[in-house]
């Protein structure tokens, strides 16, 4: 099929889209340094779809609040690498992790990082892209103050590093345990090293007190060879000092004659090798949450040999079977940011369970994981929306996997709730609702059904009546989460009227009708915020008053929203997006709204108080996720051009493949998520709900090889950078008049031809049956 | 066999021997105050024999250097109690340990223990000793500034607490884990609280940083009745003002609205309860090193109701068992003595595995106690004398649990070494040697064969080959250990050669021949930094000069002794009493010089740089461990009734059933098996050599109902204050004219009856045959 279009395509597309026909596969296509900018928090190094191990160069290790820039550890506009670490998150706001800084150095050893402007005077070193490579699985560097050639790679739950040391015979390599992104003084709680007997080998504990609060992680550490000479440092000289039996003479280092072993809350050491002419220094370094000896075996079975090349091979074709699931046509920068935002969409959630199926659990006890592989890092405000729909069409086996991690959280969790935001081991309880219930609504009702759906139920039911978590009881007995009570009171109120909808679904299908009932009825409960006859949702107090001062445009830290303002929050309400046409006055006025929104210019002052809020269109932040829905809304109005113009508008202004490619924070995939649907032509608003709202097309050509063998194709006819509007669609051959698909429709498999225009069609799905699935709030599948 | 000689003793000794004919049982005369005077460090709490569980008053948590006094968290002379923890050390020159710290309160609650002259201002209250009780497996004290009756019993694994509020029907308990035992700023690493869904249980996490350089335990807290409320204060202020989302209003609690866990380096709890008229609140914690899980099966197993009086008779059930194992007259000052002796004796080593077989190993994970149950608390270099010969002569199935406890400590030590001085999943390295040999060889030289003695073997020589530790090195190439390169050189040579004698004996009983050659000539290394020419032991430098200058008084820290001086330690070599006997220069210098060490006055500013030497009686220091055996070594030279008169003299002057009777740190119960072995008229003088030097029976009569079934009895005829002196013996009615008893003439059952008479009789066990079994370095058994 791909061939058929393929000449038509170009002829007609050559102008506009410079079509990459090359002999890359699509796993080439994957640029692990887009997003690397400012906004995106994504890091160019090697990892293994949802792998456990993110080894990556960080290129400063900053402290504190100056730390937002550098929460993936790497940021395309340094000149420096301070070392490479073994775990990063892809694309958050707030960050951790960085887990066993290792830096090689060729000269006498350095024991600090040294400035940024000076190199030099530490272990860091400057580096240039253009002696810099980054693929799918694979990171390369030169540490050109080193003369040392540094690669990169990994397995899941092993990263893997080559140096090569040009000149140097000697080298070093300093192990520095008191870094950590997002560091702070007293992060680190407690290291210890254990040297192996064989000399070449060690492993290592860590504790630290990050945004989890405390976060052990093991680690096992093989070097290709003998170490020459090791010396182990301890800087927590206030902790030294006061020990008992302290002696003077041992400041320089911990390990005297005595033992193998040194513990310190700072700790670094320095590893000497010889005879590095014309031989690389490998090093294998494997990751456990369980223990030293979990460590050790996830090292041994993942990397039984010393084959850097083979496990870099072994990494690049997991990710080659992962873009396979995608057949495209388009521009090489369409195709780079495509297959790139593939690749960022499977960073996270996290294997965190050792190759034996044990698992850290939230009670911080550890675990057997009977019949499935434990997952972490669950950035669920994010990823409700577009992440774990995507992983649910693709990925049902590791979705059921991410479903019992969600359950074990739960039932391991002193607070009986199931995730908010949560990794390794801990809740952060970072942002708002309970936004693991749609993941798992949604699953459900697309077919994922093998994982135990009364625990699931009940789950639901206990996280949804929480009392105490921010202001469920208000919200149960009156409603809405009052703002004289709780912070961000009308997100909220939204967001949790949202995941109810998702229970209600969930009960409905499981013929639970008095549970689906009960939240069918609560997901109204965002009406009580609406303030009507301003047409936005608004803050509102126990008493029933509303909040004022207001202004819509407000968006303060601990103000009535979350991370956003009235303007995108009244647009939030993804469950019943009629019943919100309908506060808002009719069609009319919605889609005037939807257009002023895209137009009224943010007054900057509003949202200084929030890091996250980029990628600015009027009011729509595509920067955040708040937002990723709303340019599909005026499929709702009758209007569907103005949606295919935002997408289209949005596509071109706040996407790219360069570092600065993402408009935001990719957050963990969902940014990624949000631009796959949307090149695919259509995006889940509502959650739980079945279907997708179509957007239009930006691809040329498009197909699913979907995980049940058949295959979803997109073809648009025409398309170019005036074309942008959906003219007519043929689903199989058949008119299709109505601007959305059913998931079923989907995962049949089909065709969708689609014809472009550069005039919006005034006359496709306007009519009221043709619009959005209607999302009543009585719906049986 | 008891009542026959009851009559006749009561007859001579009634004046001198005030014979306590009650009705009391043995247990009852164990004194757990006995020790809690200031150089004794014994606490006075409820704990069963070795169990996990150390439930004791605290009279003041100090810090750093100040805390000597408090090893024990108790000191008599204290006015006031801070709360009641749960690990303590029993007798220790350092310390650790004081976990998880409660208090109640009747007023107010208070968050900071407030100073010892103000009580009123904290949480701590006054008692007084006359509103105090203990005995053995159960602690009363009225708090009397919150009119509470505070009483404390324990399980193995479990710590029960009853407090009765008198007046008040409302109280409040506080959970300080913010304190430890030898406390220090941030010593501790981490602790989080999570509370239980059913309102009156939690489980606690905490992580320490002290003597054991990282110990995490958990615990598991139940309250007899609802928790009314709870407030968990963070006091780590620098830790969570730095922590993102730090909001200031959070300051007061850090258990918000949305969980039932805190997490801080710095926690305390206050649990409100009310109806406590007529209500004693009662609390059980269960204690784990490996898990909460483990906490709560350990606290559900041992446990499994709310009878406060069941468990508190269990407990001294238990130690009615131990006390049963002896038979005694003697006055009541004796009883009181001997039972607390045996009572202290059986302190540690501590079980350390949980009631499912796991625990936590010296590499930091968790095990499986595979057929044995895990010991820990090894003070080996205390307790290899006296108090491991007596567990093995009382406890063999025990003794042999210990060694498979020994053995997987050398598997999983990173340095594959035997214990030193280990405690909790920690090697600390502190003292010298490797005094697990001995104990190893000991035991199964007394028949304590159950165990894997080949890798018992290898741990030995591992060990004692184990070049890098205390000067190993130069010990197996010149033969000591040179005193420019270690310090307490001179100690360690001696000891490590005490070590290899134990090895050979060891090898030997194994019939490896060659190993056994190896070690008996290894053990004459003692004679290396003998200096005959002025007959002590002296330092002596890689070059083979002597220590110069040289004062056989001196004891500085790291000298060449270890907590002594020459004196003591030219008497150490425990194997080879006379070849030490021939570098002295014969039986009448060594005589003299034993003498001269009794008598002549230590130099006070000698000493000043050592708490731990107390007990003095000229150069002999019966307050610490190198002087243990030294007044048996009159037998040696032929001279027997100075050993009996020096018995009596150190019985007499620094001993009593006081708080103060102790004269010198009790050392896990080493002292305490001196004043057994010494009052039963017997003494291991030699390790692994199956024999022990008579001394003088102290009491009239002693029985030891031994583990066989089998009975010892000894029977003082005519012991009297002044009659100290051995007449003459018979053993089982034969006249035994040697100064010594074996292993097997004990073990076999049997009755020695010794003859008192107030003149030494200079003829009894002079000759060189009748004086203690020679002990060759060439010794088959």
Request: proline share 5%; charged share 20%.
């Amino acid at each position: 099929m791909f061939k058929n279009y393929q000449p038509l395509i170009a002829g007609l597309c050559i102008a506009l889209f410079s079509v990459g026909i090359q002999a890359q596969e699509a796993v080439d296509y994957i640029d692990p340094f887009i997003g690397t900018g400012p906004d995106g928090h994504t890091f160019p190094g090697a990892v293994t779809p949802f792998g456990m191990v993110q080894l990556s160069p960080d290129t400063q290790i900053r402290k504190g609040g100056d730390s937002y820039k550098w929460c993936a550890g790497y940021l395309y506009s340094d000149t420096t690498i301070q070392g490479f670490s073994h775990t990063h998150f892809s694309g958050t706001g707030h960050s951790d992790l960085g887990d066993l800084l290792l830096m090689p150095m060729s000269h006498a050893p350095q024991l600090e990082p040294g400035p940024v402007e000076h190199p030099e005077q530490g272990y860091r070193s400057r580096f240039s892209h253009e002696q810099e490579s980054a693929k799918a699985g694979y990171y390369a560097v030169d540490l050109l103050d080193e003369n040392i050639h540094a690669e990169l790679t990994a397995t899941d739950r092993v990263g893997m590093h080559r140096y090569t040391f040009n000149d140097a015979d000697e080298g070093y390599v300093i192990m520095d345990l008191t870094t950590s992104i997002y560091n702070f003084d007293r992060k680190v709680l407690w290291s210890d090293i254990e040297l192996g007997k064989d000399n070449q080998s060690l492993t290592v504990f860590r504790a630290t007190n990050g945004w989890a609060k405390y976060r052990p992680m093991y680690f096992a550490i093989e070097f290709s060879q003998p170490i020459a000479e090791v010396k182990i440092y301890n800087e927590d000289d206030y902790h030294y000092r006061n020990r008992p039996g302290y002696r003077p003479d041992n400041t320089g280092t911990l390990i005297n004659s005595n033992s193998k072993t040194a513990g310190s809350k700072a700790l670094k050491a320095v590893f000497k090798f010889t005879g590095l002419k014309n031989n690389p220094l490998k090093i294998k370094v494997g990751l456990s949450a369980v223990s030293r000896v979990g460590a050790k075996a996830n090292l041994a079975k993942e990397t039984p040999d010393w084959d850097f090349d083979k496990v870099a091979k072994q990494a690049r074709d997991k990710w080659a079977a992962v873009a396979n699931q995608f057949e495209i046509e388009g521009t090489l920068s369409q195709k780079r940011q495509f297959y790139t935002a593939l690749y960022h969409a499977y960073q996270a959630p996290n294997i965190y369970s050792d190759v034996d199926g044990r698992y850290r659990g939230l009670d911080g006890d550890n675990h057997d994981s009977d019949g499935f592989t434990n997952y972490t890092t669950f950035s669920l405000w994010d990823t409700y929306r577009a992440l774990h729909p995507l992983l649910t069409m693709l990925e049902p086996q590791r979705t059921r996997d991410m479903i019992d991690s969600m359950l074990v959280h739960y039932q391991q969790n002193p607070d009986g709730m199931l995730p908010v935001w949560s990794f390794q081991g801990s809740e952060t309880w970072t942002m708002i609702g309970y936004h693991s219930v749609p993941v798992i609504a949604d699953a459900y009702l697309k077919g994922i059904k093998d994982f135990d759906t009364d625990l699931a139920l009940k789950a639901m039911l206990d996280t949804s009546k929480h009392a105490s978590y921010d202001g469920l009881d208000d919200y149960m007995s009156i409603g809405y989460v009052p703002m004289d009570k709780q912070g961000e009171s009308v997100s909220k109120t939204i967001e949790m009227s949202v995941d109810d909808f998702a229970i209600a679904r969930f009960a409905d299908a499981l013929d639970n009708q008095p549970v689906a009932a009960e939240y069918y009825r609560r997901a109204h409960n965002y009406k009580n915020v609406f303030d009507t006859s301003i047409g936005f949702v608004r803050g509102k107090d126990s008493e029933g008053k509303w909040e004022s001062p207001f202004d819509p445009q407000e968006a303060k830290l601990y103000g009535s929203f979350t991370e956003g303002n009235s303007w995108q929050y009244s647009f939030a309400a993804q469950h019943d997006i009629y019943g919100t046409i309908e506060l808002m006055g009719g069609d009319d006025k919605t889609a005037e709204k939807l257009d002023t929104l895209f137009s009224k210019p943010l007054d900057a002052e509003k949202f200084k108080e929030h890091e996250d809020i980029a990628g600015l269109i009027g009011q729509y932040a595509h920067g955040n996720e708040p937002s990723h829905h709303i340019a599909y809304l005026y499929n709702y109005t009758g209007k569907p051009w103005k949606t295919q113009q935002r997408i289209r508008q949005i596509m071109d202004t706040l996407a790219s493949d360069k570092p600065d490619g993402l408009a935001g924070n990719d957050d963990l995939g969902q940014m990624s998520a949000w631009y796959l649907f949307s090149s695919l032509g259509f995006y889940p608003v509502t959650p739980a709900s079945l279907s997708y709202v179509i957007g239009a097309p930006q691809l040329p050509y498009s197909a699913i090889n979907l995980p049940n063998g058949r295959k979803w194709e997109v073809v648009a006819k025409n398309l170019s950078k005036e074309n942008m509007y959906i003219g007519g669609i043929q689903l199989n051959g058949v008119s299709l008049k109505r601007s959305y698909l059913t998931h079923h429709e989907i995962m049949a498999g089909g065709k969708l031809e689609v014809t472009m225009q550069a005039e919006p069609n005034k006359n496709w799905a306007t009519k009221r049956r043709d619009r959005p699935l209607v999302q009543q709030l009585h719906i049986s599948i």
